[in-house]
């Protein structure tokens, strides 16, 4: 299964994301080929509608940082509970390539969802791996970490992207000519 990564300004972001109705044998291939694509983008994490897909999937690896045991695949993921305490990190995303912003979110998150093999979970999360779970649920509620800067500050970042995709479309086009 390739899954093509979706950029700004892709209409898909934008959307709500549907619960997954039950973990089946196509639900958790999915996660898996999400998590490998999240991969060979060097992400750490992906959101399915990132790749066009609008259920409510996310996988996650952010074990250089954290001793979570690598990998977390999560379907109808769910924010039980936020602390007030709160973290900043210098957030990216793989459909706004290139462009970073400082992001203030809850430290800690304790979290629900359901795993590839179907059997309800619960996680504490903090710092990082906190911030990387709420960045992903937002992408399920057509939510982004640009979201969080000034109006002007988005637009300018979403622009940037767009220029840069048109650039590396005309350097593609170029690359065809004999
Ligand atoms: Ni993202």
Redesign the pocket.
Known sequence: MGLKLRIVPDPVLRKVAQAVPAMDKDTSLFMHAMLEAMYENR?I???AP?VGELRRVIVMDVADEQKTGGALLMANPEILWKSEETFTYN??????PGQFAEVTRPKKVRVAYVDPEGKRQELEAEELLSSCIQ??I??LNGV??VDYVSKLKRDMMIKRVEKAQRMAEQEDEKSHVF
């Open positions: 992400g994490g992906l959101a990132q957030e990216g995303c793989l459909s706004i960045h992903e937002d992408h982004l970490f």
